[in-house]
């Protein structure tokens, strides 16, 4: 069963349908989205309530993920299993995995990296994790079995990359390559020069632009959830950019072309270039 039939559980749904048997039943508070669902065979049938699923797929904003575990903890079938889509793992696996553990219920946060600058299972897609990587963050307590269940059928769907870390990892590294990426894009765009662009700009400003159409409500939790990692990360920003800023004004050369090498050169390693 699906908790939530937005961009991510939608597609969820959709890629679930396409490559499996399994019998798919939603959950969402909007009913237009529900009849949606079930006009386009993303469901099979709305479910009235999660009793019935051997795996449950809470596709919610981080707090609502938390509250709606929280308050129907009793519902999940004993030996089920739960998993969230959250973009932060520590604060929802260290409030929800016990409260579930003690029901007999398996929890297991996880991290389909995949999306689009629009929100709404509208814009849901049956391939949107096509070559994506799933991230698990299990804990020591988490059985294999059920952790190899949940990866078989995040494989199945056509997820290229499993990865597997902790809740703490997790968060440590989205802050950088997800959040920070956000709040950048969002900073940049409201330069006042933004309003001549037209006709000036091609794809780089179009990379660097794009998840500037983020959806506020979501993003502001997810930052907030993580905020030390996160501020750390444009600390860190902020200090690298002081120092183009610096070289450029005093019209220093040797400095400005070592930094532009620097970071090409780690940007050929992370793309496993030869330089």
């Known amino acids: 069963v699906a908790v939530g039939l937005g961009l991510i559980g939608g ?7 396409k ?18 669902a ?11 309530d999660v009793s019935e699923a051997d ?34 793992k520590k604060a929802i696996v260290d409030e929800v995995t016990p409260i579930l553990a003690e029901r007999g219920v398996t929890f297991i946060g996880v991290h389909p990296m995949a999306g689009r600058e629009f929100s709404g299972f509208e814009y849901s897609l049956d391939d949107l994790f096509d070559n994506a990587s799933f991230i698990m963050t299990p804990t020591e307590n988490t059985p294999q079995e ?10 199945s769907i056509h997820f290229k990359k499993v990865v597997k870390t902790t809740p703490e990892e997790h968060d440590r590294i989205i802050a950088f390559t997800s959040q920070l990426a956000h709040v950048v894009s969002n900073a940049y765009i409201k ?13 780089s400003f179009q990379d660097l632009t794009r998840v500037a159409k983020l959806n506020e409500d979501m993003w502001t939790e997810l930052f907030l959830e993580n905020p030390d990692n996160l ?41 496993g270039e030869i330089f």
């Open 231 to 271: 501020v750390s990360e444009i600390d860190t920003l902020m200090e690298n950019l002081k120092l183009y800023r610096n070289a450029i004004a005093s019209g220093d050369s040797e400095t400005l072309r070592a930094l532009l090498k620097d970071g090409r050169e780690k940007k050929a390693l992370i793309d």
């Open 38 to 48: 079930l006009s386009q065979n993303a469901i099979d049938y709305e479910a009235k």
């Open 19 to 36: 490559h499996t048997n399994h019998l798919v039943g939603g959950i969402d508070i909007d009913r237009k989205t529900v009849k949606m």
């Open 55 to 88: 795996v449950t797929i809470v596709s919610l904003f981080p707090p609502t993920i938390i509250s709606f575990i929280k308050e129907n903890a009793d519902l999940f079938k004993e030996g089920s299993i739960v998993i969230d889509t959250g973009g932060i």
């Open 191 to 203: 330069s006042p020069t933004h309003q001549q662009q037209l006709g000036f700009s091609a794809g």
């Open 146 to 155: 059920e952790i190899n269940l949940i990866e078989d059928l995040a494989r």
């Open 11 to 17: 597609s969820m749904c959709k890629a679930i349908k």
